[in-house]
């Protein structure tokens, strides 16, 4: 998942809250048309995103720049360099807050660990339930790992052995929100205690309970529910063929990227399972 995926969260949102430090009081004096983008592939979600509604809409690989998008083209100058000021405030804002997160909310009994990537089902609305024994977790990010859709034909003439080393089962395959073929997490999510986090206000022990007689395991958050700790920019799913056609040949990159807390796409001829993704920054012991 690129840039939502990365375990290097604290220095890329540092990276991001200087970066647009430095663009408001670049803005503020001088209120150019075209914002250099040094880097913009990089910064976090969660910056990305809280400046997504007032900055657009192209971005070359060439390049790279990010245009202002003006739905009134008589709207005066000012009031456009206020929107962008606005912004970039709200993206720095954003990568300050996850870097204090990330810096004070390890509770006592709990060690860092290199970020992981749980793929959870459940309500949104819930912060306890059952079912967490379909729950798996990416122990490494699987985003730099993954295979562009469109070299789907290179990984199954190697035999489905991606670049990574990890084997493509197409019986059972993920896709996350830029169209990437990623491999499975590991299932199921081992019994214990987990330190979580969605990047935004919530972060949180999320409690996994051993399995009862009938294998069902229960899950429950000590604050907050599914949804809080719930990264919304990276989307993940889970595709089971029901048919002869079903691959991810069938997939429409024009469906990519997904919309941060959108539904990923539906492929022809497979079952889709949409998963939330939490992200995992401690555990307990």
């Not at 663009?23 to 910056?47: D, E, K, M, T, Y």
């Not at 993206?91 to 970020?115: K, Q």
């Not at 024994?133 to 790992?145: A, L, S």
């Not at 089971?240 to 069938?250: F, I, K, L, V």
């Amino acid at each position: 998942m690129r840039s939502c995926w990365s375990s290097k969260h604290v220095g890329t949102l540092l990276f991001a809250f200087i970066w647009n430090a430095y663009g408001f009081l670049h803005f503020n004096s001088f209120r150019p048309w075209q914002v250099p983008a040094i880097g913009a592939r990089r910064f976090s979600c969660a910056a990305q995103t809280s400046a997504a509604r007032l900055l657009a809409t192209r971005c070359t690989h060439k390049n790279p720049t990010l245009f202002l998008s003006r739905e009134n083209g008589d709207e005066p100058e000012n009031k456009i360099a206020s929107d962008i000021r606005r912004a970039f405030l709200a993206s720095a804002a954003a990568a300050l807050t996850y870097n204090i997160v990330g810096a004070v909310a390890t509770p006592p009994g709990f060690r860092r660990v290199p970020t992981q990537f749980i793929a959870a089902l459940g309500d949104p609305d819930a912060s306890s339930g059952t079912g967490a024994e379909t729950w798996g977790v990416w122990p490494v990010d699987p985003g730099p790992r993954g295979v562009p859709l469109g070299k789907y034909s290179e990984l199954e003439a190697s035999g489905g052995r991606a670049a990574a080393g990890w084997v493509f089962d197409k019986e059972d395959w993920w896709l996350e929100e830029h169209g990437l073929i990623m491999e499975a997490p590991d299932f199921p999510l081992v019994p214990g205690r987990y330190l979580v986090t969605g990047g935004r206000l919530v972060t949180t022990v999320l409690t996994i309970l051993p399995p009862d007689s009938s294998g069902a395991t229960g899950w429950s958050l000590g604050n907050g529910k599914l949804y809080d700790v719930t990264h919304l920019p990276c989307r993940a799913a889970r595709y089971q063929p029901n048919s002869a056609e079903g691959s991810p040949a069938m997939a429409k990159r024009s469906d990519f990227p997904v919309v941060p807390g959108a539904a990923m796409p539906s492929v022809d001829g497979c079952n889709k399972q949409d998963y939330a993704v939490l992200f995992v920054i401690g555990k307990e012991g």
